[in-house]
């Protein structure tokens, strides 16, 4: 399970987003520690890499949070059976899937009983087909939109207003406003990045 980032967090604390796990883009993905990037750094070009608060209440109790940034294959979601205390698997990806087929292994998961299946998208979907097919998915993650400002195209916010497991969309701006998000019907949470 290379590709696995293990942490243990109290639901309370900040979701690090392990850019580590890929490591510096000019990094081979065997590369030594030394030379892998830090867990948490700061990345601008990757809205996903900054700590961001997922679960501001519910249980303080510890468990295992496993994040991972690439869609899970069957046998990574076999694997996590064994993993002791889970809790919470965080999937974190670069890019939407484009179709169903990429979102078959979530629709097949068999997690353990009370984990919760996360899932952070970067930006709007691409297409419709891309947004259509999490609709499919009758697993139930728990979507979460990590978006720069409101779309182009405002009807598409109506189609997100129609995604049975978006929970909420969190728009990264450097200056948080509502303007474009009125028909949003999920929670709306901004976000500020400063170096």
Not at 6 to 25: D, V
Not at 52 to 59: F, I, T
């Amino acid at each position: 399970m290379k590709s696995l980032r293990l942490s243990y967090l109290a639901p309370l604390a900040l979701s690090l987003l392990a850019c580590a796990s890929s490591g510096p883009a000019n990094a081979p993905a065997h590369a030594p520690p030394s030379q892998q990037a830090p867990v948490g750094r700061l990345d601008a070009d990757d809205p996903l890499c900054a700590p961001l608060l997922l679960d501001p209440g519910g249980d303080a109790g510890f468990g295992t949070h496993v994040v991972m940034r690439r869609l899970p294959t069957a046998a990574d979601l076999q694997d996590l059976s064994f993993i002791s205390g889970l809790r919470q698997v965080l999937v974190a990806l670069p890019e939407w899937p484009a179709g169903y087929e990429q979102l078959q292994p979530i629709q097949q998961a068999i997690l353990p009983q009370g984990v919760e299946l996360v899932v952070l998208l970067p930006g709007w979907p691409p297409t419709r087909e891309a947004l259509g097919a999490w609709n499919l998915v009758t697993a139930n993650p728990r979507l979460i939109l990590v978006v720069d400002g409101p779309p182009a195209d405002r009807s598409l916010i109506i189609e997100l207003n129609r995604l049975r497991s978006l929970e909420r969309v969190i728009a990264q701006m450097p200056h948080p406003s509502r303007s474009g998000f009125e028909r949003l019907q999920r929670p709306l949470s901004f976000r500020v990045l400063k170096s």
